[in-house]
């Protein structure tokens, strides 16, 4: 059926333009990004897949199955719906407006390239890619992603990992060992207990991570949590909130910080106070 006149925008056009480009893309091998938007069981394919959405193309799916995620594990796929992958095309569907698609080979090649510059003992900085409270995901490189759980992760006493972590953060790592005959690079986390130093009286800021019955948990960096008491006459801090406090007490070995909530009026308060007596025990010396 035609239509009365041609419409304003004519879609199919635009369609024949995209799977040109698709198709050129597959020929050229060309990395593309797109966004995972689920992770499900397709008719076609075995097990779980991603299925994508290419940037300003409307109506074209890919599909990338869990053996061409390059992920350690395929119970890692759901933590990456909703974010931008890179990916090459394998396969086009016309017919079913489906493109078949891969990211294990760009993984693939980052891993060479990780390998082929890294040494034993370099520390690097991570990328965060995903965090529960019991499991940690790092992007090394190039989206070659490592797992860590809490022992590996070296948290803070009584701290969950999403409390220490969050995503898109940077933390430091060392590379443990790298293998270039079987192509494995080992990674561990750098305890960043190792890299801060603290003094009594020291004022710092940290961020409300955790709201116990009788303390505040406040991270200070990534990794490195404190705890003060709720304050006596404020106002309840909230989750996610930057309080600024006192250290009260460092200590490394037993990865804890003790802090107390800074009141500038109670400092102010504290001075007055001295001041006055101060003066007055001048009053009294003098009299004498």
Not at 97 to 105: G, K
Not at 189 to 194: E, K, N, Y
Request: proline share 5%.
């Amino acid at each position: 059926m035609k239509t009365l006149l041609p419409p304003e925008r004519n879609l199919n056009d635009q369609l024949i333009d995209y799977w040109n480009m698709l198709y050129d893309a597959k020929d050229r091998n060309t990395i593309l990004t797109a966004a995972v938007i689920a992770t499900r069981r397709h008719e076609t394919l075995e097990g779980l897949v991603w299925e994508l959405e290419f940037n300003d193309i409307p109506n074209i799916r890919g599909l990338v199955p869990a053996s061409e995620t390059g992920l350690p594990t395929e119970r890692m796929m759901n933590f990456f719906v909703g974010k931008e992958i890179n990916i090459r095309i394998k396969a086009i569907d016309k017919k079913s407006n489906l493109v078949a698609c891969t990211r294990r080979e760009i993984i693939e090649e980052s891993k060479t390239y990780l390998i082929n510059i890294a040494e034993e003992g370099l520390e690097f900085e991570a990328q965060v890619v995903f965090v529960t409270d019991t499991w940690l995901g790092v992007d090394i490189g190039g989206g070659v992603i490592v797992s860590f759980n809490p022992r590996e992760a070296r948290v803070s006493k009584s701290m969950q990992l999403d409390e220490l972590y969050s995503e898109g953060q940077y933390i430091k790592a060392v590379v443990d060992k790298v293998d270039k005959t079987t192509g494995e690079i080992a990674v561990s986390l750098v305890d960043p207990w190792d890299h801060v130093r603290y003094m009594r009286g020291d004022v710092v800021t940290g961020t409300v991570v955790r709201l116990g019955i009788n303390n505040i948990f406040l991270a200070l960096c990534p990794g490195v949590v404190g705890i003060a008491p709720y304050p006596v006459n404020q106002k309840r801090p909230k989750l996610g909130d930057r309080l600024v406090c006192k250290v009260n007490n460092f200590n490394p070995k037993e990865k804890t910080i003790s802090l107390a909530l800074f009141d500038p009026e109670l400092i102010r308060g504290r001075k007055k106070n001295r001041a006055y007596w101060q003066q007055k025990k001048t009053k009294t010396i003098a009299k004498e």
